[in-house]
């Protein structure tokens, strides 16, 4: 039995990216051509319902199964179709995702999450996981403010798998979705070496099938070749941030084919593309005379090498460095509403003996000095102590696994 699998960061973000409709209706053009027949197909940022909706509308006589996984203020923009009977569906969504302030960024506005859709393949139970972590705005480890929230992500989505594919109720664990990891980052190494997934791109047996209009590199984001990407001092030639990473508890599944695709749209005269991020496709086959009696559990949630127990080790100390952050950040927010009550009390004397602007701008002070203030104290007792226990709480559970007898909250 073979199964076909595509992943994609559609770039749906309305108002900002450029083409919505048109690369929609493209992708779907695409998913209803004769050529193409993947069975299960997860998209990223999806952020309109309405979006959702129409591509479930557009595709049910192909996909008569979909899920759009709700979340945050806009959604999470994660949403799976599938040909094969979608029997369960769970989500979690990533305690921590950014700064309500960073509005520019926006993360924290989506509600970032994992969903899982259980879907029946042909007797067996396929966990099928979409995600898509914290985006890199920075790509240099000493200015980005969100490792940290993207190391605990990395590890809330180890626990949630753990804890939804238990060897007895799951044949095949299958994750997809733009994770904003490269292969090397220490949050990828923690879900690869952890959860003992296997990188459909790596262990693809036929590593000469290729799209060729996009080449085998593998690489998946910051191609200098797509229009949508805005370019940045540590681009380079792209990286590779979309995967499909599996994992049999049989050992029954092969990667076949795995490579990177839809790039510009065919045909298209004005050089329009699917996204900003290349697709990732998957061909696997699966061994149907295996007896399905066999399981490969996870040894009693131990660490498997001294290597992974490195990584989780060095990823305790950035999310520890992420608390001490916040530790200043508090001192940071006191410093300012002092300073800004002394202005706000400062240079007013008596409004009514200055002149018409005089007064106005001293009216704008106050009101500026007041919004500051407010803002100052909902991060002092509200925003970072929230922040603060979500990295002691991942923290600890990392902990946990590394058997460290103590824990700071």
């Known amino acids: ?9 559609i770039w749906g973000v309305h108002y900002i990216a450029k083409f919505i409709n048109r690369r929609i209706a493209a992708l779907i053009e695409h998913l209803k051509h004769s ?35 709700l979340s945050g203020l806009v959604g999470s923009g994660c949403c799976i179709f599938s040909k094969y009977p979608i029997i369960g569906t769970y989500e979690h969504r990533y305690s921590l995702n950014g700064f309500p302030h960073k509005i520019q960024h926006g993360d924290w506005f989506c509600g970032k999450l ?13 966990n099928v996981y979409n995600t898509h972590l914290h985006a890199n705005y920075h790509h240099v480890i000493p200015e980005d403010i ?24 799951t044949d095949f664990t299958i994750l997809l979705g733009d994770l904003n990891l490269t292969s090397g980052d220490l949050g990828f190494k923690l879900i690869e070496g952890i959860l003992q997934l296997n990188d459909a791109f790596y262990k693809r047996i036929n590593k000469n099938v ?3 209009t996009v080449g085998n590199s593998g690489r998946t984001c910051d191609l200098l070749d797509n229009p949508y990407v805005k370019p940045h001092p540590y ?14 508890r049989n050992d029954n599944m092969k990667c076949i084919e795995a490579y990177p695709t839809l790039h510009k749209v065919p045909n298209s005269s004005n050089g329009l593309h699917y996204s900003d991020h290349l697709a990732v496709y998957g061909l696997f086959e699966i061994d149907e005379t295996i007896s399905r009696k066999q399981t490969k559990p996870l040894d009693n949630m131990e660490i498997a090498d001294e290597k992974t127990r490195n990584n989780l080790r060095m990823a305790c100390i950035i999310v520890e460095e992420s608390i001490q952050r916040l530790q200043r950040d508090r001192i940071f927010f006191g410093l300012g509403v002092f300073i800004l009550v002394f202005i706000l009390f400062s240079f007013n004397g008596n409004l009514f003996s200055h002149g018409y602007l005089l007064t106005i701008a001293t009216v704008l002070k106050d009101i500026l000095c007041l919004i ?3 803002i100052s104290v909902w991060f002092i007792v509200l925003g970072k102590p929230v922040e603060r226990n979500s990295l002691s709480s991942i923290r600890n559970a990392m902990n946990i696994r590394l058997r460290v007898p103590h824990f700071i909250h």
């Open 210 to 212: 290729f799209d060729p």
């Open 35 to 69: 050529d193409t027949n993947y069975d299960i197909v997860a998209l990223q940022e999806v952020w309109s319902k309405r979006d959702y909706i129409y591509l479930r509308d557009q595709l049910k006589t192909i996909y008569s199964h979909s899920y759009y996984f």
């Open 235 to 248: 681009q380079g030639e792209g990286e590779r941030i979309d995967y499909i990473l599996y994992r049999a």
């Open 114 to 126: 994992i969903g899982l859709c259980k879907i029946l393949v042909n007797g067996y139970i396929v």
């Open 372 to 374: 500051g203030i407010s």
């Open 1 to 9: 039995m073979q199964l076909r699998i595509l992943t994609l960061n």
């Open 146 to 169: 969100y490792l940290g929230h993207r190391i605990c992500q990395a590890y809330e989505l180890i626990q949630f798998i753990e804890s939804t594919s238990a060897a007895d109720t």
